[in-house]
């Protein structure tokens, strides 16, 4: 929020001074909670562990201790537990019909009025009309979104309209080495089932 604000007060030509009490909030040891620890999920741990972030996850089957001790991450078999100590909480599952709308209101009143919900998974994980009336009702701090439900959201979407609310157009993976990497690795797939070898990606390991 406040880099998409930030920029524009910065280009702006109304701009005269920089104000000194526009404040963000600190990532560095800050808790953050993620639902869906799979390989993506992992990968944030990893990442957040290097902003000596306190790391909390929610999944379906609990990672085995060496894993967890490699990020320091601590398991939550409630996420309701992890929702109210996180904040920033993000979402990395698979949209499936247990995890459709996921997070709703009930899920959102219970996160800290101080917290980030942050998106990377699919937009129907979230109950969006749940989500603009607790970004309205400042029942959560802001949200950050890769994804919405539908890819783009129609114009007039109040979404759209909330200050504490920054939407991508579903970049996660976009940079020229992780479409080269996806390609390479759909290919070595291919050639592995043509040639009667074990597939390196399985989507569903017999």
């Not at 910065?10 to 000194?20: C, I, L, Q, R």
């Not at 993620?34 to 972030?53: L, P």
């Not at 783009?152 to 579903?170: A, G, S, W």
């Given at each position: ?20 009490n ?11 909670g ?21 790391i909390?996850?929610h999944?379906?089957?609990r ?10 991450a601590?398991?939550?078999?409630k ?88 939407i ?21 797939n ?17």
């Amino acid at each position: 929020m406040y880099l998409h604000a930030g920029c524009q007060i910065a280009m702006s030509p109304d701009t005269k001074h920089f104000a000194v009490n526009w404040l963000g909030v600190e990532v560095t040891r800050a808790t953050l909670g993620i639902i869906g620890m799979g390989s993506i999920g992992y990968k944030v741990a990893q990442r957040a562990r290097a902003f000596n972030m306190t790391i909390l996850y929610h999944n379906r089957n609990r990672r085995r201790k060496e894993e967890e001790e490699a990020v320091g991450a601590q398991y939550c078999a409630k996420m309701e537990d992890l929702l109210q100590q996180s904040d920033f909480v993000m979402l990395v599952v698979n949209l499936t019909p247990e995890t459709h709308k996921l997070i709703g209101k009930k899920e959102l009143g219970l996160m800290k009025p101080t917290a980030t919900l942050i998106n990377i998974s699919r937009g129907a994980v979230i109950d969006q009309d749940a989500l603009v009336e607790a970004l309205q009702n400042k029942v959560i701090r802001a949200a950050a979104l890769d994804v919405t439900y539908p890819e783009p959201l129609p114009r007039d979407h109040p979404l759209l309209n909330l200050n504490n609310v920054i939407i991508t157009p579903h970049i996660g993976t976009a940079t020229v080495q992780a479409l080269r990497m996806m390609a390479e690795e759909a290919i070595a797939n291919m050639l592995a089932v043509l040639n009667g070898q074990p597939i390196p990606s399985e989507v569903f390991p017999k």
